[in-house]
């Protein structure tokens, strides 16, 4: 079975200084691993995802995600915050079929001025 | 731009009066998905299609159905909505079998029972 955990549910930065929110996963084959945000009332957006190319995985708006297959983690990060980057962020994982996509719980981003 | 609609943004129902909610895609993806989110929640699916074939989840309540009249279109029917009903409801599409393609999200219905 494949699942993702999100092991902060609430992440507080200053605007300017680096974003880390944290996701592991357990998978039992090569699995296919996203972020998505979603901003107060809206559908969720795709931030990046991993599909076995390369480890690191650049995304949207400066952030990026780095395979670690040893840890089993996703890791989300961004060297520099901005106010517009407060959201949700939902780490999530697709079967091998390709049909069902299993969420962490999110992790609420905010960013201090 | 390709993409998936939901409509209405949001809608208002009263207590035990039938809702639909209605979603759209261009993008010609075989599977569509209804999930709902409570406040400060993950998205919960409630079911998806794969072409015209339904799969329902175990946990989603028989008040809560759905139908797929064509590839574009799929609707979420609430039969007698409660107040624990009150959600945003996500449909999203992805397009198998290749496992590594993402589920393309709409920006959600807001749906308030009275």
């Known amino acids: 079975a494949q699942s993702v955990t999100q092991l902060d549910s609430h992440v507080s930065v200053s605007e300017g200084t680096p974003v880390l929110l944290r996701c592991n996963y357990s998978s039992s084959y090569s699995p296919s691993l996203f972020w998505y945000v979603q901003h107060p009332n809206k559908g969720l957006q795709l931030l990046l995802k991993?599909?076995?190319?390369?480890?690191l995985v650049k995304g949207i708006n400066g952030f990026e995600a780095e395979f670690k297959k040893s840890e089993t983690s996703f890791h989300l990060t961004k060297p520099s915050a901005h106010m517009s980057d407060a959201a949700e962020y939902f780490c999530v994982v697709s079967d091998i079929t390709g049909n069902q996509f299993y969420f962490g719980t999110g992790t609420s981003l905010t960013v201090i001025p | 731009d390709a993409m998936v609609i939901q409509n209405p943004r949001y809608q208002v129902t009263q207590f035990g009066k039938p809702v639909t909610l209605s979603c759209s895609q261009t993008?010609?993806?075989?599977?569509m998905y209804w999930y709902q989110q409570k406040s400060s929640q993950a998205p919960k699916l409630l079911f998806h299609?794969?072409?015209?074939?339904?799969?329902n989840e175990a946990d989603t309540p028989d008040n809560f159905q759905s139908r797929r009249p064509n590839t574009s279109f799929c609707f979420l029917d609430i039969r007698s909505p409660g107040l624990g009903d009150a959600a945003m409801y996500l449909c999203?599409?992805?397009?198998?079998?290749?496992?590594?393609?993402?589920?393309?999200f709409g920006q959600g219905t807001r749906l308030t029972v009275v």
């Open positions: 299609y794969y072409d015209k074939d339904f799969n």
């Open positions: 993008l010609n993806h075989n599977v």
């Open positions: 991993y599909t076995s190319a390369a480890t």
């Open positions: 999203a599409t992805s397009k198998p079998p290749t496992g590594y393609t993402e589920a393309f």
